[in-house]
């Protein structure tokens, strides 16, 4: 008789809409992830407790928790109590989902080789805030978003996926952030599933 094999967890963490998360969730449902790659979304965790995306979340029978950052005295402290949250599900995968929060290298190295992040750019180009004005005033024909893996240093991780956009002469920020969302949604499910597949 063959040995059933644990189910992958995946964990994510978000700070509001969770727009990447609910794609991902989404896709999951949609592919069957339990049966094709053994895995499943296991929570989402926010540092909010009024992250719009804690709802989807629940709707979709994921378990929920929230750590609040404000309420310890470090970051690192902060960092240690989120490990222990996150731990509580034996994560496969732990996904960055629009979770506003710079990670401690203890908090990136206790998940190395298995937390991933979404930048809304073609990294290496404009690690960092303000990726769509930045774009924009340094006159680029082209934009994206890049998901790669979290290394200690910001946004300089392995890629794993990228897309690209046209910048269009009369964008603004807020339009080439819309445009630049919609590829986020279509290559973070699919980088999150090749990353399990090759695990095995």
């Not at 990447?20 to 929570?43: E, P």
């Not at 690209?164 to 980088?191: K, N």
Request: some cysteine; aromatic content about 6%; overall charge neutral.
């Amino acid at each position: 008789m063959r040995q059933s094999v644990a189910m992958k967890n995946i964990v994510i963490l978000i700070s509001g809409g969770g727009s990447n998360m609910a794609a991902i969730v989404q896709t999951a449902r949609q592919q069957d992830w339990a049966l094709t790659l053994n895995a499943r979304v296991a929570a989402v965790i926010s540092n909010k407790a009024d992250a719009k995306g804690l709802e989807f979340a629940r709707q979709h029978g994921i378990a929920t928790d929230v750590l609040d950052h404000k309420t310890f005295a470090s970051r690192e402290a902060f960092d240690a109590r989120l490990s222990e949250v996150i731990d509580q599900y034996q994560p496969a995968l732990v996904v960055l989902a629009g979770f506003m929060r710079i990670l401690t290298p203890g908090f990136v190295n206790h998940y190395a080789g298995r937390l991933v992040n979404i930048h809304p750019s073609l990294l290496p180009a404009f690690t960092g805030l303000h990726t769509h004005q930045r774009a924009i005033d340094a006159g680029c024909k082209f934009a994206g978003a890049t998901v790669h893996e979290v290394t200690a240093e910001l946004d300089v991780g392995p890629i794993l996926e990228q897309a690209v956009v046209p910048v269009l002469p009369d964008d603004t920020a807020q339009t080439l952030a819309a445009r630049v969302l919609v590829q986020e949604h279509a290559i973070y499910p699919l980088a999150v599933a090749n990353w399990l597949r090759k695990q095995g």
